[in-house]
């Protein structure tokens, strides 16, 4: 079972911008689609973001969309959120996961099998 560590969350002023990485053990870091959730006090865990394997596909939460960008560099089995224009309802813990599945198409949390201990991020209004 991979594992996983989150780094780069903080505190940020709306409008804001923070990048958040998430460092990968293991092997066959390529095989696997990537994703990110974030959970906020008294809410369940949502989906934010997926990437391929391969990072050539990649889908958004409508919520994120246009605002947060998701990438990956294999060579350093290390996946990256970028996240923009940040606002108060952003506000969560984030984790990453690691998919059974090398599509991107699947975006339940069941879908994934190793996550993270999670990184807060704070954003001020």
């Known amino acids: 079972q991979v594992q996983l560590v989150e780094s780069g969350g903080g505190l940020v002023q709306a409008g804001g911008s923070l990048r958040l990485s998430c460092a990968a053990s293991?092997?066959?870091?390529?095989?696997?689609?990537m994703g990110w959730f974030r959970q906020a006090p008294g809410k369940e865990r949502e989906f934010v973001a997926v990437?391929?394997?391969?990072?050539?596909?990649?889908y958004y939460a409508d919520s994120s969309k246009g605002r947060f960008t998701i990438s990956r560099d294999n060579a350093k089995n290390t996946v990256y959120l970028q996240m923009n224009s940040m606002k108060p309802e952003d506000t969560a813990v984030y984790y990453c996961a690691a998919s059974i599945y090398s599509s991107p198409y699947y975006r339940r949390s069941r879908d994934f099998a190793s996550w993270g201990q999670g990184t807060q991020v704070t954003v001020s209004s």
């Open positions: 293991g092997r066959g870091f390529s095989n696997y689609a």
């Open positions: 990437i391929s394997g391969s990072g050539s596909t990649s």
